[in-house]
């Protein structure tokens, strides 16, 4: 006859190249949280359970990323533990993992720059599941042809950006000979209707013919300029006045000599 435990709320998904966190609230009091997914043709895999946090690692559960699954977030008594009848609980949102997660940033490997030619080479992230063989899956052995990647670049400071596409793992793009140019990489779904672009590389600059003036800019041009005229102007005025003092100290000696010859 005691009253049902609060079930869950704000029930999200949160995924980021297939490693899922299901969240929800609130903090349990004297009851417990087990989690139930519910795939449209696969069993019925119970995680996390009876638990007293608010969140589950519910990845494995997930391993048909095509399949469309559902959470039942159940709310457990202690006492209720044993008994057969359902416990009170709340249903999440629909979740596909091929369409909602979120691609991850790829790591750029190596970059060059020879004379007009750019060269980026990155790599996949990785997902939590593997191969029988024991090696992590990365995203592009699970999206296959769906996933390509796109290349921004842009000339060193200035804001003028282009972009590229391909299915491989590298970039060849043509470039002003002797300008620097800064770069990131960001994976891509063209066929989602949400989620379409991933997060994106860090940004990395080629250092061809860079000088302290294109580190530095103007700062350092006027610096450089100022301490020129202090040069140049004390090359002018030193010798000035090391002649004037030098004839005031010839002058004082004839001077004292006069006075001399005079006694």
């Known amino acids: 006859g005691s009253e049902d435990p609060p079930t869950a709320v704000n029930i999200t998904w949160s995924s980021i190249n297939f490693k899922t966190i299901l969240q929800w609230q609130p903090k349990p009091s004297g009851y417990f949280y087990t989690v139930e997914i519910h795939g449209q043709t696969s069993d019925v895999k119970r995680k996390c359970i009876q638990i007293s946090e608010t969140e589950c690692d519910v990845t494995d559960a997930l391993r048909n990323v095509k399949e469309t699954y559902t959470a039942h977030i159940l709310s457990v008594k202690p006492a209720e533990m044993d008994n057969f009848e359902e416990p009170p609980f709340e249903v999440s949102e ?9 691609i991850g940033k790829p790591e750029i490997k190596d970059y060059s720059q020879k004379g007009s030619q750019l060269n980026v080479v990155f790599k ?17 052995d699970i999206f296959q042809h769906d996933l390509e990647y796109k290349l921004y670049y842009w000339k060193d400071q200035s804001s003028g950006k282009k972009d590229v596409t391909t299915k491989s793992h590298n970039f060849e793009v043509s470039v002003d000979s002797g300008k620097n140019y800064c770069f ?14 991933g997060l994106e590389s860090r940004v990395l600059c080629t250092s061809v013919g860079r000088n302290i003036l294109d580190e530095y800019g103007t700062e350092v041009f006027i610096i450089l300029a100022v301490i020129a005229v202090a040069v140049i102007t004390l ?29």
Request: charged fraction near 25%.
């Open 94 to 102: 629909k979740f596909t993992p091929y369409s909602q997660t979120v």
């Open 124 to 140: 996949d992230p990785l997902t939590p599941y593997t191969f029988p063989n024991g090696s992590f899956m990365s995203i592009q």
């Open 184 to 197: 990131y990489v960001q994976g891509i779904i063209p066929s989602r209707r949400e989620n379409r672009n």
């Open 235 to 263: 090359a002018i005025v030193l010798p000035v006045v090391l002649c004037k003092r030098k004839k005031a100290k010839k002058a004082r000696a004839v001077r004292e000599k006069e006075l001399l010859n005079g006694v």
